[in-house]
């Protein structure tokens, strides 16, 4: 085997490096890299995983706690998709709260769109068919959904700030599609 001490080691691409686009109505962004996990429990795990995390995992349907750049939102009766942004290591937090759970780091699985402004909303709901409102869909609601043809995980920031998460390889997809909207909810 040849020494890799040294050698060159290939890095990851960002899959939307250099990606910009939206309008006055619609900005996008591409997040942050960010540590995520698929996190799967039964309910007598949650207690020990939410301090184990440092915040509480949600137990009720579309919701979401966030700390300190750290995000969980509720997929499922027993399942989460845990974010920070700090690039934590949340393996080993999940790790250490010694309970029953499924844990896979989905890292680099995922990647993220930023959609902020007014048009926001209008943006997004090109492809979701989804009630954004904000009675609907308040700050720190959350939701498996799709854009499109592509799924996401929706999670509502700010009143006119949403986080959309998908798999990177449907990135170009998703941020081509939210960027053409974007324009239109400026028009």
Same mark, same amino acid.
């Given at each position: 085997?040849?020494?890799?001490?040294?050698?060159?080691?290939?890095?990851?691409?960002?899959?939307?490096?250099?990606?910009?686009?939206?309008?006055?109505?619609?900005?996008?962004?591409?997040?942050?890299?960010?540590? $995520?996990?698929?996190? $799967?429990?039964?309910?007598?795990?949650?207690?020990?995983?939410?301090?184990?995390?440092?915040?509480?995992?949600?137990?009720?349907?579309?919701?979401?706690?966030?700390?300190?750049?750290?995000?969980?939102?509720?997929?499922?009766?027993?399942?989460?998709?845990?974010?920070?942004?700090?690039?934590?290591?949340?393996?080993?937090?999940?790790?250490?709260?010694?309970?029953?759970?499924?844990?896979?780091?989905?890292?680099?699985?995922?990647?993220?769109?930023?959609?902020?402004?007014?048009?926001?909303?209008?943006?997004?709901?090109?492809?979701?068919?989804?009630?954004?409102?904000?009675?609907?869909?308040?700050?720190?609601?959350?939701?498996?959904?799709?854009?499109?043809?592509?799924?996401?995980?929706?999670? $509502?920031?700010?009143?006119?700030?949403?986080?959309?998460?998908?798999?990177?390889?449907?990135?170009?997809?998703?941020?081509?599609?939210?960027?053409?909207?974007?324009?239109?909810?400026?028009?």
């Amino acid at each position: 085997m040849a020494d890799l001490i040294g050698a060159n080691v290939a890095s990851r691409t960002l899959p939307l490096a250099g990606f910009h686009g939206g309008s006055g109505a619609a900005a996008l962004s591409v997040a942050a890299p960010a540590t $995520r996990i698929s996190l $799967r429990a039964k309910p007598d795990a949650v207690s020990a995983l939410s301090g184990a995390l440092g915040l509480p995992l949600p137990v009720k349907a579309k919701t979401s706690a966030s700390s300190n750049g750290r995000h969980a939102l509720w997929l499922g009766p027993d399942e989460w998709l845990v974010i920070d942004e700090n690039g934590a290591d949340l393996m080993a937090a999940v790790t250490s709260s010694n309970v029953l759970h499924s844990a896979t780091d989905i890292s680099h699985r995922n990647t993220a769109v930023i959609v902020k402004g007014r048009g926001a909303v209008v943006a997004i709901n090109c492809g979701c068919p989804q009630d954004l409102s904000l009675t609907a869909f308040p700050v720190g609601a959350c939701s498996r959904t799709v854009l499109a043809k592509a799924e996401i995980v929706l999670l $509502r920031t700010a009143e006119d700030t949403f986080r959309v998460e998908c798999w990177r390889s449907f990135a170009p997809y998703v941020s081509t599609l939210l960027a053409e909207a974007a324009e239109d909810a400026g028009n």
